[in-house]
């Protein structure tokens, strides 16, 4: 409808409509629309224990798929240790498998017990994520294509996989990231796109 403000710091090119944009934790809400809807269909309870379904998790025989989802579980975010945050300010555009995200995050759990306290934790996320590819027997990306994605008719939403690229126009994204010791990182690649890359929407 209207847009706002400067899509490229560096140039002032102004912000227009249609540019995409990275939507990053708002995935989150995607990814608790897919816990409620399979709690309707029977397909898992909130109640559930994360153990039911993802061996080695701290307190996995505690901690319910509701306290994953409610940021209450005590598992820490992987953001949260060093072994992720120096590989990834280093090197950006690493790879990290959900198996590796959620190896991060539990080296440092437990920080509380179950239902105890809130904190924000990308690994909680991460484990709903790989509980939704349990039930379904099906990639997340392709659960939020058929549940969310094709039904609300966002066909310019897609799950970016293992790629990089963003589709032209896409604005200049900036964040802190957790790292106040730096300026703000940019948080898309330089103009253009990988040879022979599919650049998804965002």
């Given at each position: 409808?209207?847009a706002?403000?400067v899509a490229d710091?560096?140039?002032?090119a102004p912000m227009?409509?249609?540019?995409?944009t990275?939507?990053?934790?708002v995935t989150?809400t995607?990814?608790?629309t897919?816990?409620?809807?399979?709690?309707?269909?029977?397909k898992?309870?909130?109640?559930?224990?994360?153990?039911?379904?993802i061996?080695?998790?701290p307190n996995g025989d505690?901690?319910?798929?509701?306290?994953?989802a409610?940021?209450?579980?005590g598992?820490?975010?992987?953001?949260?240790n060093?072994?992720?945050?120096?590989?990834?300010?280093?090197?950006?555009?690493?790879?990290f498998?959900?198996?590796?995200?959620?190896?991060?995050?539990v080296?440092?759990s437990?920080?509380?017990?179950?239902?105890?306290?809130?904190?924000?934790?990308?690994t909680?996320?991460?484990?709903l994520?790989?509980?939704?590819?349990?039930?379904?027997?099906?990639?997340?990306?392709d659960?939020?294509?058929?549940?969310?994605?094709?039904p609300?008719?966002?066909?310019?939403t897609?799950?970016?996989?293992d790629q990089t690229?963003m589709?032209?126009?896409y604005?200049?994204?900036f964040?802190?990231?957790?790292d106040?010791?730096h300026?703000p990182?940019?948080?898309?690649?330089?103009?253009?796109?990988?040879?022979g890359a599919?650049?998804?929407?965002?």
């Open positions: 409808m209207a706002y403000g710091p560096s140039t002032g227009e409509v249609g540019m995409h990275r939507i990053g934790s989150k995607f990814t608790g897919l816990l409620m809807q399979l709690a309707e269909d029977k898992l309870s909130l109640d559930d224990t994360i153990g039911k379904y061996p080695g998790i505690q901690i319910t798929l509701r306290q994953l409610s940021m209450t579980s598992i820490a975010s992987y953001t949260m060093s072994s992720f945050t120096d590989v990834y300010f280093a090197k950006p555009e690493t790879i498998t959900p198996t590796e995200l959620v190896a991060a995050g080296e440092k437990p920080i509380f017990a179950p239902g105890e306290k809130f904190n924000y934790s990308n909680n996320t991460v484990l994520g790989l509980v939704i590819e349990e039930v379904t027997d099906e990639p997340v990306s659960v939020y294509a058929q549940r969310i994605l094709k609300l008719g966002l066909t310019s897609s799950w970016p996989g690229v589709p032209e126009p604005a200049q994204g964040t802190l990231q957790g106040l010791r300026p990182h940019r948080a898309t690649q330089p103009i253009g796109t990988l040879p599919s650049p998804p929407a965002r």
